[in-house]
């Protein structure tokens, strides 16, 4: 694993800030999709939201030297396209050269913080299509969560609607990822039934004046096999979201298995169960999920 020098990172923060920029200038780019027509992506946006827990691990992702690391391993193996993450975190990717040729997938709205009594408030407090489209990055991704009892989830459907419409101003593909949730014992839990994740499928495929550069990225459903017909909701392309997963690895691969077969499923975008596997062997971990395209 590519050890990672934060004396050096903090020195070119703090005496040559412009080396951000200048880095993303230079870079490498790549098409969204190669010949084989599949995406494999490592998510690393969840400590934006405080989100930093793997298991019962409860700062697991606080450490950003061994975040860092991780992330520099997981994206030199073979089949992996790119990486999903906030500002901060490509930024310190940018200064390491990890991001050469890879996909760069920019997060949008952080501001519902894990846990928080606004957490459905879902502000845009990450990268604007602006950013993106300036620092030359491939795609944005945003989170859509909908509570039908809580009246802040229409402020981040409007919200996200018009980053949609800036996005395909830009012609910047956006991946978004909805869910239907609600409030049990004050705390937000997603609903994986097939009817409603067809429900959010629905909504978010018709934000926006214009689907033409959206994407969806999705849970696969409580039941497996309710998934075929919960994709044919849409004709938008999509990627699996590989989210907690336990101990049970090899089950979380059979789900995504069966699923990336369906038409409209073009790849994963998978984080902490990769990043931080039970066996603690990252390598082994990626190449099984890239193995699965």
Known sequence: MTRVDVSELVRLRTHHPEAVAEAAARRVRRPLIRSTGRLMIIAADHPARGALAVGDRRLAMANRADLLERLCLALSRPGVDGVLATADILDDLLLLGALEDRVVIGSMNRGGLAGAAFELDDRFTGHRPEDLARSGFDAGKLLLRIDYQDSASVDTLHSAARAVDAMAERRLPV???????????????????????????????????????????????????????????????????????????????????????????????????????????????????????
């Open 175 to 293: 991946f978004v990822e909805p869910f239907i949730c609600r409030r049990e014992n004050g705390r937000l839990r997603t609903d994986l039934s097939a009817e409603a994740v067809t429900r959010s499928i629905a909504i978010a495929s018709g934000l926006g004046g214009t689907s033409a550069y959206t994407w969806l990225k999705l849970p696969v459903t409580q039941d497996p096999d309710d998934m075929a017909r919960v994709m044919e909701t849409s004709t938008l392309p999509a990627v699996l979201l590989g989210g907690e997963i336990g101990d049970d690895q090899e089950g979380a691969y059979e789900k995504w298995r069966k699923a990336l077969q369906l038409p409209t499923v073009q790849g994963l975008v998978v984080g902490r169960s990769l990043l931080y596997p039970v066996d603690g062997d990252v390598a082994a971990a990626v190449d099984t999920a890239v193995g699965l395209l």
